[in-house]
């Protein structure tokens, strides 16, 4: 199985201020078709998860463009430029290159 | 509107059975590839199934494998997730999720619903 790992576990910020967040795959999620299958979701408080980034870099309809994501192979990043109360909640990477699909563990974004 | 809306939870002894729906609107659901994801209380995201659009393939977690069995009808609309052998570790919240075109990522998901495993 591919094993994700974020990093890291808790992100504290302060409101307008930029935040990042690490995504590691213990394999290349580099598709032959030159797609990362990497993705990004945020599980605000009480709600579902919601798709932010899909294919690694690609945001998702009505994300902000303050939010990025960028990398390749088994290193990536989710960027916020600057952190919104919206953006407080568990953000999750996902890789979908293979069976079983697997989440990295998650990192909390928590307002200072 | 897009939507995903989950239904059939509820508290069951372990070794009970459970048939979760997830019906779809707003879409052509018969389109997507579907998924079942869970997330027992306090904990991160785990897959746990998908089908294919048209039921030919598909795939489990080893943890429900042989027990947990995913089909779908696509002239309702609906997803289905049924759960024998129930074990005290499958507690979660089972969310269902759509597989957007050419995305690879989940780009619906239901609201959740909630599957509670005890004596």
């Known amino acids: 199985d591919i094993v994700m790992t974020q990093s890291p576990l808790s992100l504290p910020v302060t409101p307008g201020e930029p935040a990042s967040i690490s995504c590691r795959s213990s394999q290349s999620l580099l598709h032959s078709n030159g797609y990362n299958y990497l993705s990004w979701y945020l599980q605000k408080p009480g709600q579902s998860p919601q798709l932010l980034i899909y294919?690694?870099?690609n945001r998702a309809p009505g994300v902000p463009d303050r939010i990025s994501g960028n990398g390749s192979g088994t290193d990536f990043t989710l960027k916020i430029s600057r952190v919104e109360a919206e953006d407080v909640g568990v953000h999750y990477c996902m890789q979908a290159l293979q069976i079983p699909l697997t989440f990295g563990g998650g990192t909390k974004v928590e307002i200072k | 509107e897009v939507q995903l809306v989950e239904s059939g939870g509820g508290l069951v002894q372990p070794g009970g059975s459970l048939r979760l729906s997830c019906e779809a609107s707003?879409?052509?659901?018969?389109?997507?590839?579907m998924y079942w994801v869970r997330q027992a209380p306090g904990k991160g995201l785990v897959w746990v199934s998908r089908i294919n659009s048209d039921e030919s393939s598909r795939s489990y977690a080893d943890s429900v494998k042989g027990r947990f069995t995913i089909t779908r009808d696509n002239a309702k609309n609906t997803l289905y997730l049924q759960m024998n052998s129930l074990r005290v570790e499958d507690t979660a919240v089972y969310y269902c999720a759509r597989d957007g075109l050419r995305k690879n990522a989940f780009d619906i998901w239901g609201q959740g619903t909630t599957v509670t495993v005890s004596s």
């Open positions: 707003g879409f052509t659901f018969s389109s997507y590839w």
């Open positions: 294919l690694g870099s």
